[in-house]
């Protein structure tokens, strides 16, 4: 483990990916700063050669099934995406005056910035992304399972298939998802 969590070692494999936000603060029960995450995957599909296997956005977190194209690495995804999407996120934040948990927001992202030398002001995801390669496909098919039926647990949906900010759409339906998928065999 490296000083700032888990490395991915192998940077061509395919990875299970989970990262959280600060205090786990259910950020995406808004459309507005959800489509920022979407919006930010399928940039780096067209230009970070970014391979989405499978997906599925919470209230406040992600899970990623990923892996990347040369030269780009998982690594540098990562960073990037994170950067990002926290700044676009606490910039809507502050400009949405009808967002009425603003200020709570704000406070919790500066306190946690604060407490954090690797940030300026805000701090919106939680360090830690802890990777898991895949070296089988029962972990694989395992972590599929457990990122589409995320929705369906938490009481959202009743089927994998209806959840908008995930690929049980297009694993689960005839239908295609938000963003684009390469299916795992």
């Not at 050669?49 to 780009?72: D, K, Q, T, Y």
């Not at 954090?116 to 694989?140: A, S, V």
């Not at 457990?146 to 995930?166: C, D, L, Q």
Request: charged letters at 25%.
């Amino acid at each position: 483990m490296s000083e700032g969590g888990y490395q991915i070692r192998n940077q061509n494999a395919v990875h299970f990916i989970t990262f959280s936000v600060i205090e786990w603060i259910d950020v995406f029960t808004r459309k507005m700063y959800a489509d920022i995450i979407v919006d930010s995957l399928m940039f780096c599909q067209k230009n970070k050669g970014l391979n989405i296997h499978a997906w599925c956005l919470m209230s406040n977190h992600i899970h990623l099934i990923v892996s990347r194209n040369e030269p780009f690495t998982l690594s540098d995804f990562l960073r990037d995406f994170k950067k990002h999407t926290s700044s676009k996120i606490v910039k809507a934040i502050e400009e949405n005056k009808s967002e009425s948990r603003r200020n709570w927001m704000l406070w919790i992202f500066k306190k946690a910035g604060e407490n954090n030398k690797r940030n300026e002001t805000y701090q919106f995801w939680q360090q830690d992304n802890h990777p898991i390669e895949y070296l089988t496909n029962e972990i694989l098919q395992s972590k599929l399972k457990y990122i589409h039926e995320n929705p369906v647990r938490a009481g959202i949906v009743r089927n994998e298939g209806e959840y908008v900010y995930s690929s049980g759409i297009d694993y689960y339906t005839e239908e295609k998802g938000l963003v684009d998928i390469i299916f795992l065999n």
